[in-house]
């Protein structure tokens, strides 16, 4: 069994990060909005703001007070989205209750938009026209890039259908590429006889937000495991992070699985700042980082 790791596929992407960021007379800014004191989302800014400072991309952190008010998250956004320096804007979740996320997604200019959530971008993801696109997606078409793997006629399976993960990716795999052209299934929650769906698969794509869901009864011998999943367990009294793919199990019959960690999450977070560069691409209407 082959493991599909992180580390060669970040080194390529932070190359051409660094390659893209030598020719500029600026460094790119991604500004994130942040509304929580939640600790992993903490950890996570925290990452990105070193991982963008090692490659030439500024990345601020705005954190903004619990009882913010929606009206001046809108304000803060409108101002980003007019402001030049700024090329990318994110903003963190988790979002306090009562805030409306698709409100706040859609206040974001689609060219500064590195999450590739708003609606502008989605519908472009469809059509197969330039744009922002969601990391998540990107980093696992990347990764199948980096090793080889192509999808070109082949069954692929993804089990969840989030608006994030797996409905974008459908629409990647579906592309008219070496790494598109595939038969997408879509799984969820409410699919029927899912290891009958799943044993069929070339490539399996996991993303049910289920601690190692995936067992190797679910999989063909010699297919392509991809998990999407993090989730955090806690073990014999230790804290750590699965996958939604039993790797031990898996490993067992699969050709190759990403790991987690240091598989998909990590290329995702890759992805993002490579997005950023892609919105200045956008932003200065030149398409030389596609
Ligand atoms: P989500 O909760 O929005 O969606 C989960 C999907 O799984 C749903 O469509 C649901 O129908 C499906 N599902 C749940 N139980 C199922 C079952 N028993 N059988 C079949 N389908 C089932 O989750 P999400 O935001 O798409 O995230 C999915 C996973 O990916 C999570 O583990 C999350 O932590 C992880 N994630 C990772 C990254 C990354 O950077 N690698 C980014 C986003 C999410």
Redesign the pocket.
Known sequence: MIELTAKPVIKTINQEILSFISNLSFAPRLNIIRINNDPASEYYVTNLVKKGEKIGINVDVINMPLDTDEKDVLQLIRRFNDDRNVNAIMIQKPLPGGFNEDILTGAIDPDKDVDGFHPVNMGKLLLEKDGLKP??PL?VIETLRHYNITTRGKRVVI????N???KPLAGLLLYKDLFGDATVTI?????EK?SDITKEADILIA????AE?VNKDMLKSNSIVID????QIVRNGKTSYVG?VDFNSCSKIAQSITPVPGG??TV?TAMLLKNVIKAVNIQNKVDIFD
Not at 159 to 162: E, L, Q
Not at 187 to 191: A, F, L
Not at 228 to 231: A, D, K, S, T
């Open positions: 990391c998540t980093a089990i969840g259908r989030s994030i993960v797996g799984c969820h929650s409410r699919s899912l993303a049910t937000g289920k869901f999407v999943g993090i989730n939604d998909i999450g995702t």
